[in-house]
């Protein structure tokens, strides 16, 4: 529906709710109704305050309670996005980022952060059957699904059997291709393991998220065919976009 079909009423002022919770109950209605499911994103501030007829300071009273209720993301500078239906993210024998993301017609992409190599943390040692104070390759990465963030993910890998994988990566190779380079044709998921956490101040900038809304964590080891250990990995998925699917004995 156009921005300019939506009520234009302004908010009873004796009803006896603030008029910002009026706001927001109604902006919020809309949501739900998809009325900007086609723009993606709420009209301007200055936009809503004319159309309810209060002040900037009532309006992002409403605004910030959106962004609290999780209806809305506000980057300063681009613009109000509305927060679209969870996404479904299987975790299974086959665990796979970009076909998780095409099966629901979104777009995957990822944004290489940090890659390097380092002694093993004590955590990826053991996961990976490494002895203490092997090295590892580490990569960091920022994964998007339609351009927008909805995890980080940390991998360690073996130094030893993927020597040149982060030049690899560098050069914009995928993982799976590059593990193949390595002799790695297929691997599965050997382990997910799920717990939540709040966010750090960095995370919550990198994910575009508020600090006071919980992440959904998984640690993982994939394996190659013979069950050797290829990969421990990390990663912290936004809870207000992302939903965990759990597939029990399904390999697809």
Not at 63 to 85: N, S, W, Y
Not at 180 to 191: E, M, P
Not at 231 to 244: A, M, P, W
Request: with cysteine.
């Amino acid at each position: 529906m156009p921005f300019s079909q939506l009520s234009s009423h302004a908010p009873g002022r004796r009803s006896g709710v603030a008029v910002w919770k009026q706001i927001a109950d109604t902006l919020g209605t809309e949501i739900r109704d998809r009325a900007y499911a086609l723009a993606g994103r709420l009209p301007g501030e200055v936009e809503l305050a004319a159309r309810f007829n209060v002040n900037r300071h009532t309006m992002r009273q409403a605004l910030a309670a959106l962004q609290t209720d999780g209806l809305v993301r506000i980057e300063p500078g681009r613009g109000m996005f509305i927060q679209h239906e969870l996404m479904d993210y299987a975790l299974s024998k086959r665990t796979r980022f970009s076909e998780n993301l095409l099966r629901q017609g979104l777009l995957p992409s990822k944004q290489l952060l940090t890659a390097r190599q380092m002694a093993a943390p004590e955590r990826a040692a053991r996961e990976l059957k490494l002895d203490k104070g092997a090295s590892v390759l580490m990569v960091e990465t920022l994964d998007e699904a339609n351009e927008a963030p909805i995890g980080l993910a940390t991998a360690y890998y073996p130094a030893l059997r993927f020597a040149g994988l982060l030049e690899m990566l560098a050069l914009g190779d995928r993982t799976t291709d590059i593990l193949k380079h390595f002799g790695v044709q297929d691997y599965l998921r050997a382990q997910s393991r799920v717990t939540t956490q709040m966010p750090s101040d960095e995370t919550a900038r990198l994910l575009k998220q508020l600090t006071t809304r919980p992440l959904l964590c998984v640690e993982s080891v994939d394996v190659d065919m013979e069950g050797t250990p290829i990969k421990y990995g990390e990663t912290v998925f936004c809870g207000d976009r992302v939903q965990l699917l759990v597939n029990a004995g399904d390999e697809a």
